[in-house]
């Protein structure tokens, strides 16, 4: 099986600070990997597929990017809103996935 | 609206069994595969289970093989996932979510439901 590891595990930062969160996986898996954006007590919402396509109605301040098994999410500057919950996810597998242990992303 | 919404979550004893629902509306719902997701409290997303836009093909993950059944019922917009067996491990909030492109089977997940909260305790 795929493993995803994501680091760190919790990030504090400020409004306006650019932002980068790693997904590392334990064997290539070419750009098959999404990103997705939870807050407390509700769904995720996708961000980012195939490493670095940015779902449409997503903030241009949000980037991805990597392939293999390293991959980044980035944050150009971040917002209010963005003080959350990040997931990574891999989908190379035939018929299964897996997500990072998550990122929380708090205030300074 | 494509939506999602999920029903069925419960506190069961362990041992006990569960049926979680997840009707679609907005979208047509045979055409893409579908996936049962669960966060147990505090933790991160673990996936459970895909079934194929016909339903002639199932996969589970590890945890989930041989105790859990996803199905759906295309005529009803509806996907299931029948529990046995349950343990306090798989306390969780389940999620349905859609795969993002039709006729695909390992994707990105674009729509997600609202969740629903299962407790396994004596």
């Known amino acids: 099986d795929i493993q995803m590891t994501q680091s760190p595990s919790t990030l504090s930062a400020s409004v306006g600070d650019r932002v980068t969160i790693t997904c590392r996986a334990s064997q290539s898996i070419s750009r098959w990997l999404a990103w997705y954006q939870q807050k407390p007590g509700k769904a995720p919402k996708l961000l980012i597929y195939?490493?670095?396509t940015v779902e449409r109605g997503v903030p241009s301040r949000f980037s991805g990017s990597g392939s293999g098994t390293e991959f980044n999410l980035t944050i150009s500057s971040l917002q209010p809103d963005d003080f959350a919950t990040y997931h990574c996810q891999q989908y190379n597998g035939l018929y299964s996935a897996t997500f990072g242990g998550g990122t929380k992303v708090e205030i300074k | 609206e494509v939506q999602l919404l999920e029903s069925g979550g419960d506190l069961v004893q362990p041992g006990g069994s569960l049926r979680l629902s997840c009707a679609a509306s907005?979208?047509?719902?045979?055409?893409?595969?579908m996936n049962w997701v669960r966060q147990a409290p505090g933790k991160g997303l673990e996936w459970v289970s895909v079934?194929?836009?016909?339903?002639?093909?199932?996969y589970y993950a590890d945890s989930a093989e041989g105790r859990f059944t996803i199905s759906r019922d295309n005529s009803k917009n509806t996907l299931y996932l029948q529990m046995n067996s349950l343990s306090v491990e798989d306390t969780a909030a389940y999620y349905c979510?859609?795969?993002?492109?039709?006729?695909?089977?390992?994707?990105?997940?674009?729509?997600w439901g609202q969740g629903t909260m299962v407790t396994v305790s004596s």
């Open positions: 907005g979208f047509t719902f045979s055409s893409y595969a």
């Open positions: 195939e490493a670095s």
């Open positions: 979510a859609r795969d993002f492109r039709p006729a695909t089977l390992a994707d990105a997940f674009d729509i």
């Open positions: 079934i194929t836009g016909s339903g002639d093909n199932t």
